[in-house]
């Protein structure tokens, strides 16, 4: 296991190993009863592309991704010290949804921020109105704590204490879901690397094994998904070269709650294309370029309720599917281990 502060030497080939190496460092060190909960590991570059990953659940397939961007974003590259972390659950800001937090820690290398080290862990309560955090909620404050895209530096290998004691002010088990936060933490704070070549070959390797998978799709210029209420999605398809560009109409914002995050449908499309080409969703991400109208019920904003996530990535999931002219493989309880 990395220890924090312990620069490794790694390989391109070794990089893929590096989210099994912080999921164990998290295992040991979370609650056994929060070790059952979700879990997402992986290594993003400083352009915010995924360069390894290991996801329990189909629906993280591009949230480090999208929180990573959101973060350069927001912070560019030069803005970042050594020992501090980035956390987010902000599903305006690439997140999937309140219930899902993400911590990003910086990697440098000679003074250089050379990737982001991420993990994503799915809590079963973030201080909702009631219990049913995930189905409940016709603005996002009913759902619980939004904490949006918040930089601090760790504290002795913890999350400061300020942010402790507002959790467990707010939500209903903070003896679990603090103690597996600060593992998580501790987890992507954990990695360092004594040079950059390892992550440059790896990104190259990355974006060629991608681009050569996106050229041998070939998918119809509509593809649709119906619901058993009979709500649908359709999603347009356009290949350029290995590019594929996925596009959706406006759709009005449910004021019931049922909304997605961009990041939940662009899981569904990945997982599925991914299918049809046999290569990690994730790695496929460089090749899809995804439009949503903004303020539209697959890419909520302020202050929409985002209690669709697994339904929209699902639906989405189908779309891709359909397009394809493939089978689905997987059902809706798959994408959220419901």
């Not at 080939?13 to 929060?34: I, N």
């Not at 352009?47 to 189909?58: F, I, M, S, T, Y």
Request: charge should be negative; charged fraction near 20%.
């Amino acid at each position: 296991m990395t220890q924090p502060n312990s620069p490794m030497s790694v390989t391109s080939s070794s990089v893929t190993d590096l989210p099994l190496v912080m999921r164990s460092a998290f295992l040991e060190k979370c609650p056994k009863p929060a070790a059952t909960w979700p879990l997402c590991m992986g290594l993003v570059s400083a352009e915010g592309n995924v360069l390894a990953q290991h996801e329990d659940l189909p629906i993280f397939a591009s949230v480090l991704e999208g929180v990573a961007r959101a973060a350069v974003a927001r912070f560019g590259k030069s803005d970042w010290a050594d020992g501090e972390l980035y956390l987010s659950n902000d599903p305006y800001l690439g997140g999937l949804d309140l219930g899902t937090i993400v911590m990003l820690a910086p990697i440098f290398v000679q003074d250089r921020l050379a990737a982001l080290a991420g993990g994503a862990l799915r809590l079963d309560d973030i201080g909702a109105m009631r219990d049913d955090i995930f189905t409940f909620g016709r603005e996002i404050m009913h759902q619980g704590v939004r904490l949006s895209g918040l930089r601090f530096p760790l504290e002795k290998g913890h999350v400061p204490e300020m942010l402790e004691n507002y959790l467990a002010a707010n939500i209903r088990n903070p003896e679990l879901a603090i103690p597996a936060l600060n593992a998580l933490a501790a987890a992507v704070a954990g990695i360092r690397i004594d040079g950059v070549e390892a992550i440059a070959q790896r990104s190259r390797d990355t974006a060629h094994a991608a681009e050569a998978a996106a050229r041998t799709l070939a998918l119809a210029e509509l593809g649709e998904a119906r619901d058993p209420s009979g709500e649908t999605l359709q999603l347009k398809f356009a290949c350029i070269g290995n590019q594929i560009r996925v596009s959706a109409d406006y759709t009005p914002i449910d004021r019931e709650g049922r909304n997605a995050s961009l990041a939940a449908v662009r899981a569904g499309i990945l997982v599925a294309l991914a299918e049809a080409v046999d290569i990690r969703p994730w790695a496929l991400s460089e090749c899809v370029n995804l439009e949503v109208p903004e303020k539209s019920r697959f890419n909520a904003t302020y202050p929409a309720a985002v209690q669709g996530v697994a339904w929209a990535a699902f639906l989405s999931y189908q779309a891709t599917v359909h397009a394809l002219g493939r089978v689905a493989t997987l059902d809706r309880r798959q994408f959220l281990g419901e």
